[in-house]
């Protein structure tokens, strides 16, 4: 139905929970391609300890001079160009390609939920959750771009995310593909109602 990636830097603390919460989904991906951006910490060790099952696949990026304005964007082309390549090659079929940042824990139906609004309406091009932080037990609602698809824990339908020309290494590669989007006639939606919680970064 979807297939997945995972930019990860350094993500030791927050990645066992992730691979819980897409472990825990309704409606799993085919594939999920977690990109190891050339982590110092647990990270590897804990992807090399994967068992769950041949549809979670690696892959670790040589270092590489860091680029703050591109850097993001350049990470996940090498996931999605990763996934769509070994698709093709083992003839695996999808409908959507999503993203999710290693911080972000999703409810149980989220993809479920999601992939159903697509089906709804066959002129969403791309659509997101709800962006949510956990502030003392209390969910609150991220109030940047509420109506908007976010980046983390978004989907796009895969006709659209070819028409758009994929995942671009562009300083702000979400908007851009939102804003292509629309312009050729997709719908862009967020769901707020579909959670997703997302970690707060005090780093």
């Given at each position: 139905m979807y297939i997945l990636v995972t930019p990860a830097k350094n993500e030791a603390e927050n990645l066992p929970d992730l691979i819980k919460s897409i472990l825990s989904q309704t409606v799993k991906p085919n594939l999920w391609v977690i990109v190891d951006d050339g982590s110092t910490d647990a990270t590897?060790?804990?992807?090399?300890?994967?068992?769950?099952?041949?549809?979670?696949?690696?892959?670790?990026?040589?270092?590489?001079?860091r680029d703050i304005t591109f850097h993001y964007s350049f990470v996940c082309k090498n996931g999605f160009d990763y996934a769509i390549d070994f698709c093709t090659q083992m003839q695996i079929e999808y409908e959507f390609i999503g993203l999710?940042?290693?911080?972000?824990?999703?409810?149980?139906?989220?993809?479920?939920?999601?992939?159903?609004?697509?089906?709804?309406?066959?002129?969403?091009?791309?659509?997101?959750?709800?962006?949510?932080?956990?502030?003392?037990?209390?969910?609150?609602?991220?109030?940047?771009?509420?109506?908007?698809?976010?980046?983390?824990?978004?989907?796009?339908?895969?006709t659209c995310f070819m028409e758009t020309e994929g995942y671009l290494i562009e300083p702000s590669p979400d908007s851009i593909s939102n804003i292509k989007a629309l312009l050729i006639g997709w719908k862009v939606k967020q769901f707020k109602n579909i959670i997703a919680i997302q970690k707060k970064n005090d780093k």
């Open positions: 590897p060790e804990i992807l090399a300890n994967n068992e769950f099952g041949d549809w979670i696949k690696t892959i670790r990026l040589q270092p590489h001079p999710i940042d290693a911080d972000t824990l999703l409810e149980n139906q989220y993809f479920e939920k999601l992939i159903d609004e697509f089906k709804t309406d066959p002129y969403i091009g791309i659509a997101s959750g709800g962006i949510y932080y956990d502030n003392e037990g209390k969910l609150e609602l991220d109030s940047v771009n509420k109506e908007y698809p976010r980046g983390t824990g978004r989907l796009w339908r895969k």
